[in-house]
């Protein structure tokens, strides 16, 4: 066994866990749950000892593998072959988002463990959703990239429409419109690029587009692809107005899967326009950067207004992941150095965040029945470790330094000073209206007067560890930036960034 | 002709046919002479083994040149045995509905013609695939369409049956009036009914006038055509009879009586249209008169798609999804890329067993609202698997079959010279748009808790047939070059019928 297959170990790992769940019987609660957790392990380890095997000089390229998949056309009649292979690798970004995503689907297979029936069909969905995240990072071909993402739409159609609260059906349904566009317009930019190249490899794309003087494509219509990219990463990033589904799947699914949703799903979005937007069309991607710079700070400021004026905990976070994301906007539009960096700091470090807050509300709402901040008033009394964290994981979120958020902040709003010094002195009031929000919502959460006192456990040892991870890594990062941005380096320097 | 000539013919070529052909004749006897204590599901059973001996024939006769017996009229070249096979398979599966069929009323009587029409119809569609002549083409056109027509009112005391087979009858009967009078131009213009000869000749064309006479040709054929794959605005019959009609006999219309439509047209349409030179004498008249084709896929996937949206009843929905496939299917002909028919093979069978699957648990369930389906998840969560899979499949989602095929034709779309563009983004935003009643279907197997319980009626092999066909979807959805690579090394040649 040399290198090439790790990845596919990797990605489909976890469907070992769905064929072992299957001759489980549904009732065996804990059956079920144990090998569930113990099927996204693998995958977790396995990603952690190649991000370590990088750090100590291996070559990203030698864990690419490539088998031939499928031929459309007859090689022996025409000679012309549209031939899709199956072929996963990494670089530095997708490999951190590799890691991401199966540590945080390890913790939500955890924070899951509140889910109260159906476990066996929850859990199966739960592991085809790890595969299809991990595939799409691990994607070296932009149909397969298309596939693994088409699968995390299923999977989570199924997870919120069956398990999710109230509306959990029109949110699932919305999910499934708004997101179905998303990609439809995303496969006809795939398969243009396809059909006029011949070939779906990311990097021999890269290499045509890139050598590309206007015989493959004019330069008009590389905007209009690039345009068509962002509405269609924009939908699930999601860039306003495009907003509206992603603050119901927050506010009406499971928290353990807004855990993943918001932690790694939204992040497949950023993903895409930093690898496929910035990567293939990066003249074009130079000429629109001051609309990218407007949308980001509309983006900012938009969901911090709400989130000021919202009184449910879900929806506040909903809408300060919507500001969040503008910051990555705001970083990609500076396009220099310090910009594209921020920009992929901000994905990683929010997917952590998000996911700790998400992680904390699964915990409240377990209790409490309800995440509105009037019910969770006086939390400090009651919970007194769980507000500790909620606090951390709020002050995390308004960027104090030494937190992983202040890091992708700072950085961003640097390249950001640097090409638009206007339009970030604007961006800037999102800085302070972030601070006041989160205030707002954890302190009145925390220290506020509650009326009638309900008695709740707080969190047990057992659900404790989940959040301690989170919290290590959101420090790490801040205190330590360089542990990314070794790794992001080479392929910023590839971007032109 | 004397009997030397005849046995001078290599009849084996028409082997598959012949046992079809003796089948049918043997079970029409059977039926008459067999007391009535005898149980009919047993011809059913014969009719499969027919088909089982008919497949194995074909299988054989992969791989010889291609030839034409019977004065070029019958022609055995790969395009004819792929498509067989298609037809065989899915007629197979349709008989096996078929035997497990039970309506309310039940059949006895009729249990026995049941079998032997679908035999016959099937016949016709084989011989529609092989032939090489007007007259061929058409007669087997209409000992297809005949035989429907009866099969659509077997239930002979259930009002909708009836209803559904006149509309048929009307419908069926007009369309082929409008292609028989399109046929006769072509005859008219070329003085001969043979497609091979019509296509060397017509290219010899000068007299401009003469096009147009051609080109109204091509239009009435592609009318009375598009009744046959039920493409828009000339599906008007369709929901109906799709309603009315017992669910093997939906199945068949919805499958084989589509796949020979599209058979025919490639046929004729690339054999006959594609070598006359156009006005302009730079290009040819298939290519001039794309934009139709383009029109009436482009209207078929809409109207389809979006008519779909409201429908209740289930069987109505798949009558217009039906409709939307054939609009897909029409992008693959409109788009004529170097891959076509491979595609549009692929696309059938991917589409046969997605179809056979659904009207098999239709049939199991018993249903016929969509709001039916409630709880289905809670009482018989196989079933809402395979359920959910097939819809997944209809709609195109990666894993399954119908992805690789919508992809495939998708590519041919955009691969070729002028670009589809439009074409392609209909095609992706109908599908779209097809989620939405797809996925309606999905979120009451799963998502609704049953208001009442519904009475399963079907039997063992409905469940067979079921796991087959899944199974086969995703497999295909999977390892789609499965199917190419049986394709392409039985195949190679695959347009060896313009020869």
């Known amino acids: ?497 | 002709m004397d009997l030397d000539t005849l046995l001078s013919f290599s009849w084996h070529a028409m082997g598959p046919e012949f046992i079809i052909l003796g089948t049918a004749t043997l079970l029409s006897l059977l039926d008459l002479f067999l007391p009535r204590s005898f149980h009919r599901k047993w011809l059913g059973w014969l009719s499969v083994a027919s088909i089982v001996a008919a497949i194995v024939f074909l299988l054989t006769l992969i791989g010889d040149t291609p030839f034409a017996i019977l004065y070029d009229t019958f022609r055995l070249d790969s395009f004819a045995i792929a498509f067989k096979l298609v037809l065989l398979v899915a007629a197979g599966f349709v008989l096996l509905l078929a035997i497990s069929y039970e309506p309310k009323e039940k059949l006895t009587e009729f249990r026995g013609e049941f079998f032997y029409l679908f035999l016959v119809a099937l016949l016709g569609a084989m011989i529609m695939s092989s032939s090489g002549d007007l007259i061929t083409l058409f007669v087997g056109l209409e000992l297809m369409t005949l035989s429907s027509y009866i099969l659509v009112g077997i239930r002979k005391k259930h009002l909708p049956s009836n209803e559904s087979a006149m509309k048929y009858v009307i419908n069926g009967g007009i369309a082929t009036a409008i292609t028989l009078f399109g046929m006769s131009y072509l005859y008219g213009v070329a003085g001969t009914t043979n497609l091979l000869e019509m296509a060397e000749r017509l290219q010899e064309l000068t007299n401009t006038q003469h096009l147009f006479l051609l080109a109204l040709a091509f239009l009435m054929i592609l009318v009375g055509l598009s009744f046959k794959i039920a493409a828009a605005p000339f599906h008007m019959w369709t929901p109906d009879v799709y309603e009315g009609a017992p669910i093997p006999v939906t199945a068949f219309l919805s499958i084989i009586s589509k796949a020979a439509g599209f058979i025919l047209i490639i046929r004729m349409f690339i054999t006959v249209f594609y070598h006359i030179p156009d006005v302009s004498n730079n290009s040819s008249l298939l290519m001039a008169l794309q934009s139709f084709l383009a029109v009436l896929a482009a209207v078929t996937m809409i109207w389809g798609n979006i008519v779909a949206l409201r429908q209740t009843k289930i069987k109505r929905m798949l009558a217009y999804s039906s409709v939307a496939h054939a609009g897909y299917l029409l992008v693959a002909v409109t788009a004529f890329s170097a891959f076509m028919v491979e595609t549009i093979w692929f696309y059938l069978t991917a589409y046969l067993f997605m179809t056979i699957a659904v009207f098999s648990l239709l049939q199991l369930m018993n249903i016929e609202e969509v709001k039916q389906l409630s709880g289905l998840s809670k009482r018989a969560p196989l079933l809402a698997v395979a359920l959910a899979l097939t819809m997944l499949g209809l709609a195109g989602i990666p894993g399954t079959s119908g992805f690789i095929g919508k992809l495939n034709i998708f590519l041919g779309a955009l691969s070729t010279e002028p670009t589809h563009y439009l074409l392609a983004a209909i095609l992706i935003a109908t599908t779209v748009i097809s989620y939405i009643y797809y996925f309606k279907l999905i979120i009451y197997a799963f998502f609704r808790e049953a208001n009442r319980t519904f009475q399963m009626s079907g039997k063992k092999m409905n469940g067979v047939i079921i796991s087959i066909c899944v199974l086969m979807t995703v497999l295909l959805g999977v390892f789609p070059q499965l199917a190419y690579d049986f394709l392409h090394q039985n195949f190679l040649s695959f347009y060896d019928f313009l020869q």
């Not at chain 1, 439809?184 to 050598?211: C, E, H, P, R």
């Not at chain 1, 979005?269 to 990066?282: E, K, M, Q, R």
């Not at chain 1, 456990?457 to 420090?475: G, K, N, S, Y």
């Open chain 1, 1 to 497: 066994m040399g290198f090439p297959f790790i990845l596919t170990i990797i990605v489909f790992a976890p469907l070992l866990g769905v064929l072992l769940l299957t001759l489980v019987a549904k009732t065996k609660e804990k059956l079920i749950k144990t090998v569930a957790i113990l099927s996204t392990l693998p995958s977790l380890f396995l990603s952690i000892y190649l991000i370590i095997s990088s750090k100590m000089g291996v070559e990203l390229v030698s864990y690419s593998g490539k088998l031939s998949w499928m031929q459309f056309g007859n090689p022996e009649v025409f000679g012309k072959l549209y031939s899709i292979d199956y072929e996963l690798g990494v670089d530095g970004f997708s490999l951190i988002l590799l890691l991401l995503t199966a540590l945080l689907s390890t913790l939500a297979a955890f924070a899951s463990f509140q889910i109260k029936a159906g476990w066996k069909g929850y859990y199966m969905l739960f592991l085809l959703l790890e595969v299809g995240m991990l595939g799409v990072f691990a994607a070296e071909n932009l149909i397969l990239f298309f596939i693994f993402f088409e699968v995390t739409l299923v999977a989570t159609f199924f997870l919120i429409g069956k398990w999710g609260l109230y509306e959990k059906e029109r949110t699932a349904f919305s999910l499934l419109i708004y997101n179905g566009m998303g990609s439809a317009i995303l496969l006809v930019v795939i398969m243009v690029l396809f059909a006029k190249t011949g070939t779906a490899n990311i990097d021999a794309l890269m290499s045509i587009l890139s050598a590309d003087d206007g015989t493959v494509f004019s330069s008009k219509v590389k905007t209009g692809l690039l345009i068509a990219l962002f509405i269609a990463f924009g939908i699930k990033l999601p860039i306003w107005p495009f907003h509206s589904w992603m603050v119901k799947v927050h506010s009406e699914a499971p928290a353990a899967i807004v855990m993943l949703h918001a932690g790694v799903l939204l992040k497949i979005g950023a993903y895409g326009l930093i690898h496929f937007g910035l990567g293939f069309f990066p003249k074009q991607f130079e000429s629109l950067t001051l609309w990218l710079a407007i949308l980001g700070v509309i983006n900012l400021l938009y969901g911090a207004f709400l989130a000021l004026s919202q009184q449910e905990l879900r929806k506040i976070l909903a809408y300060s992941s919507i500001s969040h994301m503008g910051i990555v906007l705001i970083g990609l539009a500076a396009l220099n150095e310090a910009g594209i960096q921020g920009a992929m700091f901000q994905v990683v470090s929010h997917g952590l965040i998000a996911a700790l807050f998400f992680y904390l509300i699964g915990i409240f709402y377990e209790r409490y029945q309800s995440t509105s901040m009037a019910d969770l008033n006086g939390l400090a009394k009651t919970m007194p470790i769980a507000s500790g964290f909620l606090l951390v994981a709020g002050l995390a979120s308004l960027g104090l330094p030494g937190m992983s958020g202040f890091v992708a902040e700072f950085l961003a709003f640097l390249g950001l000073f640097q090409e638009w010094p206007v339009i970030a002195v604007i961006a800037c009031l999102g800085i302070i209206l972030t601070a006041v929000y989160i205030l707002r919502a954890v302190l009145g959460i925390t220290f506020g007067q509650q009326e009638k006192a309900k008695m709740v456990r707080d969190m047990t040892a057992f659900e404790i560890w989940p959040a301690i991870i989170l919290l290590l890594c959101i420090v790490g990062i801040g205190v330590y930036p360089d542990i990314l941005s070794s790794t992001l380096k080479s392929i910023i320097i590839g971007l032109g960034g």
